[in-house]
């Protein structure tokens, strides 16, 4: 049963070992200013060489669970489909960038300052612009959700990705008044879609043809799941022995930053589930789809802001701060899912 099954440890806990990291990394930046500062000038291109390699070795497994022969099955489902396609490339970042405005701009803009504001919005829209891939088999497994479906929905988006993460994201800093260099933005895509992508899907399919699918899953793909938690952990103690100053004189503006990403989390998963219910979709459809309509690609977000506006920028820490919120929150709405399963009746919705 869907109410049975659990995160495995690393990921139930992932908001402790986030915040672990920022008492790690604030400690480490505290005792040794001096190899972080070595650290941070380590750049080629405006990319940080040490983070770029990491970041790689979170992105390239995920990269490698990715079938993209499941996008021949895309018109098998096609409502569920269209409307989280609709959700995650209509809807969210520009929801996004509005409530970054409303908080940071408005609310919030007193505490924080203009400066401030700017870089929280970008970090947020950078954020929201790049749709879930590896987490949401996880919240699909507990939520009972068509695993075909979701294969083919992490395809679609990532191909999607390609051609939309920079343009939208040029865009509505644009229209935010925060402007970027278009090469590194593109550089960006290259580095931690393009080049990922193409080397996932070429090595899949080259020890899939050589070695077998069961070879590939227990003895290649399962022993990449460990590096990619080491690489997260440090990449984000990395990332807070540069924001600790920030952090501990303005710890507020965690809490701060945390509000309009768990109020657009929120109403995208509601957006996706009500559109599926009212056109009848099953549940085993609709919940993936609302859990993919609503988390991000943290992973990548946090890579593109660091090159972006470096390792001490407000944006960082906002893409760092979407690692803390999701998995308490994202687990909230697999359980709302869980628990409204009878709103679907199984026998008269049609196949989404």
């Known amino acids: 049963m869907a109410g049975e099954k659990r995160l495995n440890f690393f990921e139930r806990y992932l908001s402790v070992w986030v915040g672990a990291c920022i008492v790690v990394g604030i400690i480490l930046g505290k005792l040794f200013p001096g190899a972080v500062s070595a650290l941070s000038k380590l750049e080629v291109s405006h990319v940080n060489l040490p983070i770029a390699v990491l970041i790689w070795l979170m992105i390239y497994p995920m990269m490698l669970k990715i079938d993209f022969g499941a996008i021949l099955k895309v018109g098998d489902k096609p409502k569920g489909l269209l409307i989280t396609l609709f959700v995650n490339w209509i809807v969210k970042p520009f929801s996004m960038a509005f409530l970054g405005w409303l908080f940071f701009k408005h609310v919030f803009i007193g505490l924080i300052g203009t400066e401030l504001a700017n870089e929280y919005i970008a970090g947020v829209i950078i954020l929201a612009a790049a749709p879930c891939t590896a987490m949401v088999f996880v919240w699909s497994y507990l939520t009972d959700g068509d695993p075909a479906y979701t294969l083919v929905q992490v395809a679609v988006n990532d191909l999607i990705m390609l051609a939309l993460f920079a343009p939208i994201v040029m865009f509505l800093l644009g229209v935010s008044d925060i402007i970027v260099p278009k090469d590194v933005l593109f550089m960006s895509v290259f580095l931690y879609i393009v080049i990922p992508l193409a080397a996932g899907y070429l090595t899949r399919r080259y020890l899939l043809s050589t070695k077998g699918e069961e070879w590939f899953n227990d003895n290649f793909l399962a022993p990449l799941k460990p590096v990619t938690i080491i690489a997260l952990l440090a990449t984000l103690v990395i990332i807070f022995a540069f924001q600790g100053e920030v952090i501990l004189g303005n710890w507020f503006n965690i ?98």
């Open 255 to 352: 809490i701060i930053i945390a509000v309009p990403i768990t109020i657009q989390v929120y109403f995208n998963a509601s957006l996706a589930y009500g559109l599926a219910k009212w056109l009848k979709v099953p549940h085993s459809v609709a919940a993936p789809g609302a859990l993919i309509g609503a988390s991000n690609f943290f992973e990548l977000a946090v890579a593109v802001t660091i090159s972006l506006f470096g390792l001490q920028s407000g944006a960082t820490l906002a893409t760092v701060v979407g690692v803390l919120v999701e998995v308490p929150v994202m687990l909230s709405v697999c359980d709302f899912c869980n628990r409204t399963k009878h709103w679907f009746d199984q026998g008269k919705c049609e196949q989404g």
